[in-house]
């Protein structure tokens, strides 16, 4: 079955999503995404029928915008997208100026759906950059236009069809997020990869905000002390060599490794090395090995 999906996110788990919901649990009273980005598990778990209640959240308010105006009025959004991305066409407009028009626009305070979809389907892999002052910064990729208006209309619509009615959709710290799950929820959490942060000594400034290891082990432990079900991807391995720290071991998780598949950057470097994802899951959710996955190692 085709899985929509509304533009290109960098982190995105669209790719190994259906390796990732092999782990959820026969029922799920609630699936809660505080890292949610574009939604790519929420919108494969409801395509799978594994839930009919979500809540997306993601610190990017205008990310979350766009994401709950696809949900609730898909047709709104294709219609302002289509404007602003004919708008690159007209005759006295040379479209790289007009990516810089746009851009400047939003980060002046006009953060429509409309306008992050535009960037977001314009910038190179869906890459968003930004500055010390939480400003786009990220150039556009020159080669393409950005995402095709009818193609985000399909998407959109599908999305829509999938978790309207049943999501709600926030844009707080994670922390905060957690702080209000229950038992019987499912808690799914893909933070911002290690040393990707705008914290001051970080020189990788991919997200808007980054995630402090010690802080979030901290809120792991917690969840595990109310009983709360989760699974977290977080780093994992090029080739051999480690990305990131390991979750300690006092959380007692199970801990695999996904094959993402070959590694994009290396390939760049001419060296054919493979990405495995690390996937964490709390100690009631069974690590099952099953032959149709592509799972290297599964260790407690
Ligand atoms: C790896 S991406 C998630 C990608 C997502 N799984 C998908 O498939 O599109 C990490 C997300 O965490 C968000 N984020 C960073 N710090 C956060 C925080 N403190 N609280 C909530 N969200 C945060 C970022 O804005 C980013 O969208």
Redesign the pocket.
């Known amino acids: 079955m085709k899985v929509p999906h509304l533009v290109q996110?960098q982190?995105?788990?669209?790719v190994i999503a259906p390796e990732i919901i092999k782990f959820f649990p026969d029922k799920i009273d609630r699936l809660v995404e505080?890292?949610?980005?574009?939604?790519?598990?929420s919108i494969l778990a409801a395509t799978e029928n594994k839930c009919d209640n979500f809540w997306i959240?993601?610190?990017?308010e205008p990310?979350i915008k766009m994401m709950e105006e696809c949900v609730n009025f898909p047709e709104r959004l294709v219609s302002e997208y289509l404007n602003i991305w004919e708008g690159q066409f007209q005759a006295d407009q040379n479209n790289i100026d007009y990516f810089y028009k746009v851009r400047e626009e939003f980060n002046c305070g006009k953060k429509d759906s409309a306008r992050m979809l535009f960037l977001l389907a314009r910038v190179v892999k869906g890459a968003v950059r930004y500055n010390v002052h939480g400003e786009l910064n990220q150039s556009c990729d020159k080669r393409r236009y950005g995402t095709k208006p009818q193609i985000i209309s399909n998407n959109a619509l599908e999305i829509s069809k999938l978790l309207k009615g049943k999501t709600y959709f926030t844009s707080e710290?994670?922390k905060k997020i957690l702080a209000l799950t229950k038992p019987g929820d499912l808690v799914y959490m893909?933070?911002?990869y290690q040393g990707t942060s705008n914290k001051e000594n970080s020189r990788d400034h991919r997200?808007?905000?980054?995630?402090d290891f010690e802080e979030f082990v901290a809120e792991l432990a917690k969840l595990n002390n109310r009983g709360i079900d989760f699974i977290v991807s977080y780093d994992g391995m090029t080739g051999d060599k480690i990305i990131g720290k390991h979750l300690p071991k006092e959380l007692n998780l199970n801990h695999i490794y996904i094959n993402a598949g070959l590694s994009a950057q290396a390939t760049l470097s001419g060296k054919k090395e493979i990405t495995y994802e690390s996937l964490y899951t709390s100690k009631n959710l069974k690590c099952k090995q099953d032959e149709s996955m592509q799972l290297e190692f599964c260790f407690g």
């Open positions: 996110y982190g995105s788990k669209r505080p890292f949610s980005g574009t939604c790519a598990i959240n993601d610190i990017n990310l710290d994670y893909d933070p911002p997200y808007i905000q980054g995630v």
